[in-house]
């Protein structure tokens, strides 16, 4: 292989036939890597505090956000897939992943369990709505594919808003 047929082949497109418009391949793949930029940041946020929840309900809390970081990290390939089934590309660094994030980073010393599990909530809500977001704009452009998957991970991501809310619920009243 020749210099040039190496240089040739690393800048060969990564465009992969879609018959979704070349606005809709940028407009939801730009979409779904800052979700799965937002994605990573939450997996890591929520196995942070499952690495140090501390209290009375450790075992309670900590399977609760392993549970959950399990769930959001298995949602993560599936979303860069979904980017690259339709033409365009996804995440390539962690620097790449801080750049776009909108998952706020947690690098306290220390939280309560409940303010870990209010955290976690609020960002799931925000998650929600982003996700919500980006299902209009797969509704604009035709993309049933991608709008099926997300009313999926919505819906996993209120499975963890009310259990988060339940917990903490619960804890508060002493129960």
Known sequence: MTTQDAKTRRDASLATPTNLGSNAVRDISGALTVLLADMFALYLKTKNFHWHVSGPHFRDYHLLLDDQGDQIFAATDAIAERARKIGGKTLRSIGQISRQQRVLDNDADYLTPLDM???????????????????GLCDEHGDVATASLLENWIDEAEGRIWFLFEASRNAKAGG
């Open 117 to 135: 599990l209010a955290e976690l909530r609020d960002d799931n809500l925000q998650l929600v709505a982003h996700m919500r977001e980006t299902h």
